[in-house]
């Protein structure tokens, strides 16, 4: 019987997968690799700069070194490819992204989304002043378990793909709020 064929990961099949189990490779699929190249590709030219990704990353780490940056996109211009290559080939053990993006929202380590740094990284991104209302929803469409808080499994559950927390509205949130307007692409 043939193996049903899975939907492809950086380009690899379940073969090409298995292999790299262990290996520190982080699997991650061609729309996940898309979305993360496109929010990062801020002019839109299919090759990433350090002014872009300083823009971007800037809303989640305000001090972040630009040496970082240049090591990130090491000689020459790093395009999708080159970051599909990057998660490919890099070892990266344990890591967990989704972990590693909820402490940006949770600076002190409390185990919960900081309600102001919510506030600070959702302006930056260009949603406008977020008031405590604003605040107040964002709470409650992303709070999973009902605690009145957001923590690393809330997140993770609103991370997944067309994932929505169970008696969240289809629509609520701030763009809801601010009329259903997307944050202006700079």
């Known amino acids: 019987m043939p193996k049903p064929k899975s ?38 030219s299919g090759r990433l700069t350090g002014a872009g990704i300083k823009h971007r990353l800037g809303a989640f780490f305000s001090n972040l070194p630009q040496k970082e940056i240049k090591l990130l996109l ?20 344990t890591y967990d992204p989704v972990r590693e993006a909820f402490r940006a929202y949770d600076p002190n380590g409390t185990g919960f989304a900081d309600p102001e740094m919510l506030r600070s990284i959702f302006e930056t991104l260009g949603y406008g002043p977020i008031n405590e209302e604003d605040i107040k ?22 991370m997944k793909t067309g994932a929505r927390p169970e008696g969240a509205a289809v629509g609520s949130g701030i763009a809801a709020m601010k009329g259903g307007v997307a944050p202006p692409e700079s």
């Open 137 to 158: 929803v964002l709470i409650e469409t992303a709070d999973a378990d009902r605690d009145g808080k957001i923590g690393l499994e809330d997140f993770r559950k609103m």
């Open 74 to 93: 090491g000689e020459g211009p790093f395009t999708k490819d080159s970051l599909r290559k990057l998660l490919a080939t890099n070892d990266l053990g």
């Open 7 to 44: 939907k492809e990961t950086l380009g690899l099949d379940d073969e090409a997968i298995f292999a790299a189990a262990g290996s520190g490779a982080l699997p991650i699929n061609d729309d996940e690799l898309s979305a993360a190249f496109d929010f990062l590709d801020v002019d839109g």
